[in-house]
């Protein structure tokens, strides 16, 4: 069964629909109602008022849906509802779990949930992802229990081998948030292991921005007939018809104008510096292709005389977790600066207020542009992305068009300061004093 989201309402905020929270059927419970009041969310985005009514009434479901478009919520309200109706947990006794690729969405969703379930007395929930010692989280679970798991799939399945105390028998519902990226990460061997300790007569939810093959397999292998929800924004037709265009469904946010910047490699350090102080009151995310190349860059940007008054951040998955934290934590915190990540910072995170995307590398897959872009122009907000292209990547645009991905051409600026020199002359700098050779 396949079924689309509702249309959006003529309100200003094109993320919302005209249906309310209180209006869902099943009706929600007074106390997810007050948390979503609390909050201050009234009205459903288009793939909550699909999903959440499916899920409530014990369908499985395959959600596709943009990014920004509100899945967090979309799968826990439903979550909650059913762990309310269930009876209540012992300390060791596992519900309800939800798996996400990375350690910063998987904190993304604990934090986001916690009001939510706070609502559920008897129901103890735990964060588990890398960089804690696995031995620290058994030990809190041996102290306090645990029913609610939500986390990466490798600390997932280490604590499920080696904690036979926990009981995976009663699991209400299972969740697969970024499906896609957790099978790109090659976590399919960790997922088939989790699933294949937990009971067949469960809710399973999978969430994805992307629907692969991949994802399609793991739909067949975790989910009882489900209900497929898709959800998409609508662009024009990029055909040269005046008179009668048609509408398509977009891959990106509708509130996203995404822009193509042509230049030869010289050119783009400059061109970037250009676009930067142009943006000097925005918040901009920067994508480059390797964890080297943003620690480079991290080093370089500062020292440049037109930056030196801009807030630079580097994050990468090389850094230890705290640091990643901390680099996160900064940034969000910022009303403008600058992120410089690769593609650990691409998937589901929401980091408040970003105006701008940067892809100073364009990814190989046109799916993680989708995901990298679509940390601005969130719930209906408008955000701007530029990708930089060298000449002989210009089929890139051509591509990304018959994927629904629309780019508009910008004009590489003229006559701007050559700043080369001056980073040829930080490169020697920091390669002589940051990493001197190796002793022989």
């Known amino acids: ?52 009514p499916l899920l409530c009434s014990y369908k499985d479901v395959a959600v596709d849906a943009a990014t920004g478009s509100g899945k967090t919520l979309a799968f826990v309200i439903p979550l909650v509802e059913i762990l309310r109706r269930s009876p209540s947990p012992k300390p060791h006794q596992v519900v309800g779990l939800i798996i996400s690729p990375t350690r910063e969405l998987s904190s993304q969703i604990y934090h986001v949930a916690q009001p939510f379930i706070s609502t559920l007395s008897n129901v103890k929930s735990m964060l588990l992802v890398g960089g804690v010692e696995v031995k620290s989280d058994m030990r809190k679970i041996e102290e306090d229990g645990a029913n609610l798991l939500i986390g990466t799939p490798g600390r997932l399945n280490d604590i499920m081998e080696r904690m036979d105390m926990l009981d995976f028998r009663s699991v209400e519902i299972l969740i697969l948030d970024e499906a896609d990226r957790l099978l790109d990460m090659g976590f399919q061997k960790q997922i088939n292991s989790i699933i294949s300790r937990l009971p067949k007569l469960r809710r399973t939810g999978l969430f994805s921005a992307t629907q692969t093959e991949a994802v399609e397999e793991l739909a067949k292998a975790g989910l009882r007939n489900p209900v497929r929800v898709e959800v998409r924004a609508e662009i024009k037709s990029l055909e040269n018809s005046t008179s009668s265009q048609q509408l398509l469904p977009s891959k990106t946010p509708s509130g996203l104008h995404i822009e193509y910047l042509e230049c030869e490699a010289d050119k783009k350090p400059s061109q970037l510096v250009e676009v930067l102080t142009k943006n000097a009151s925005q918040k901009v995310i920067i994508y ?139 490169r020697r700098f920091i390669c002589e004093f940051c990493f001197p050779p190796l002793n022989t």
């Open 1 to 52: 069964m396949k079924m689309a989201a509702p249309a959006e309402s003529s309100d200003p905020n094109r993320a919302l629909t005209s249906t309310r929270f209180s209006d869902l059927k099943p009706p929600l419970s007074e106390p997810v109602l007050e948390a979503l009041a609390l909050s201050g969310f009234d009205f459903c985005t288009p793939v909550q008022a699909a999903t959440i």
């Open 288 to 426: 480059f292709m390797t964890c080297a190349c943003v620690d480079y860059w991290g080093t370089v940007l500062p020292l440049l005389a037109p930056l030196k008054s801009f807030s630079i951040i580097s994050l990468h998955g090389k850094m230890k977790q705290s640091a990643r934290e901390k680099a996160l934590a900064s940034f969000t915190s910022l009303s403008s600066g600058i992120l410089l990540c690769t593609d650990v910072a691409a998937r589901g995170l929401d980091i408040p207020g970003v105006d701008s995307i940067v892809q100073y590398d364009p990814p190989q897959d046109p799916n993680m542009f989708i995901h990298r872009v679509g940390r601005t122009a969130r719930l209906g907000r408008q955000g701007s992305a530029i990708v930089f292209l060298l000449p002989k990547e210009e089929a890139y645009v051509e591509f990304l068009r018959v994927r629904r991905v629309p780019l508009e051409e910008r004009k590489a600026a003229d006559n701007l300061c050559d700043i080369i020199p001056q980073v040829n002359y930080l």
